[in-house]
């Protein structure tokens, strides 16, 4: 079920960092340098992220404790994550296509690895579907669903959603907030949703499939900024 809460980003509280996309170890390191929690390895050919096993499998073996190496599929086979779980010291699947709560379970079971499943949004209707994926996955991602015209990809496309949607929502699992977020937005993007972790992939990079070092910078303080420095609580 799904309860209806006031947003609150209480004093002092920690936002963790997902950046996603990440394909050289200069980006990695200045990920992890920056406090990213969640280091994100795109494999999904299509986009201009995606890294192939070898890159991925060095990367992931620079990943420190304490910071999780999060692989990115969209709609994958078994036989493409057994290729990479085998070859790439993965911490969690994330599944951002249309993998549904079924599928979700089946991948969580055979993998034996956390499970977030991406949820792609537009209007309050697309979260009709939440209780049945929060109840099999580990945690959720909500990102903004892809313009139906023109040729998008499932995720990584710089376009935000209208946030109040999210505004009061609570589910039983961890969830992060993605969609267009940028050191610009990330501030208002957490005092309307009062997400406590933030994806980010097209908003920190030089051009896509580079992540800029500075702007990772940049946006890891933005987000600290927002958790220590303000208590925004919908009355």
């Given at each position: 079920m799904i309860r209806r809460r006031r947003p609150r980003i209480f004093?002092?509280?920690?936002?963790?960092?997902?950046?996603?996309?990440?394909?050289?170890?200069?980006?990695?390191a200045a990920a992890i340098d920056s406090g990213a929690r969640y280091v994100g390895l795109v494999f999904y050919p299509p986009s201009p992220r995606a890294v192939g096993?070898?890159?991925?499998?060095?990367?992931?073996?620079?990943?420190?404790?304490?910071?999780?190496?999060?692989?990115?599929f969209v709609d994958p086979t078994d036989e493409a994550l057994e290729a990479t779980v085998r070859s790439v010291p993965l911490d969690m699947l994330q599944l951002h296509g249309h993998e549904t709560p079924e599928r979700v379970a089946a991948i969580r079971?055979?993998?034996?690895?956390?499970?977030?499943?991406?949820?792609?949004v537009a209007e309050?209707?697309?979260?009709?579907?939440?209780?049945?994926?929060?109840?099999?996955?580990?945690?959720l991602l909500f990102d903004a669903k892809?313009?139906?015209?023109?040729?998008a990809l499932p995720g990584g496309n710089g376009?935000?959603?209208?946030?109040?949607?999210?505004?009061?929502?609570?589910?039983?699992?961890?969830?992060?907030?993605?969609?267009?977020?940028?050191?610009?937005n990330v501030g208002q993007a957490?005092?309307?949703?009062?997400?406590?972790?933030?994806?980010?992939?097209?908003?920190?990079?030089?051009?896509?499939?580079?992540?800029?070092?500075?702007?990772?910078?940049?946006f890891m303080r933005a987000v600290t900024a927002a958790a220590v420095g303000s208590e925004v609580s919908a009355l």
């Open positions: 004093l002092g509280m920690r936002v963790d960092v997902k950046i996603c996309g990440l394909t050289s170890p200069e980006a990695l096993l070898e890159v991925a499998a060095e990367l992931a073996r620079m990943v420190p404790t304490g910071v999780r190496a999060v692989g990115l079971a055979r993998f034996a690895m956390p499970v977030m499943k991406a949820v792609r309050p209707a697309d979260l009709d579907h939440v209780p049945a994926h929060a109840a099999v996955a580990d945690r892809p313009p139906q015209n023109v040729a376009i935000p959603f209208d946030w109040s949607i999210l505004s009061g929502r609570h589910w039983p699992v961890p969830w992060m907030l993605s969609g267009g977020l940028t050191v610009d957490l005092a309307e949703t009062g997400a406590a972790a933030v994806d980010v992939s097209s908003g920190v990079e030089a051009r896509p499939g580079v992540k800029d070092p500075a702007k990772i910078a940049a």
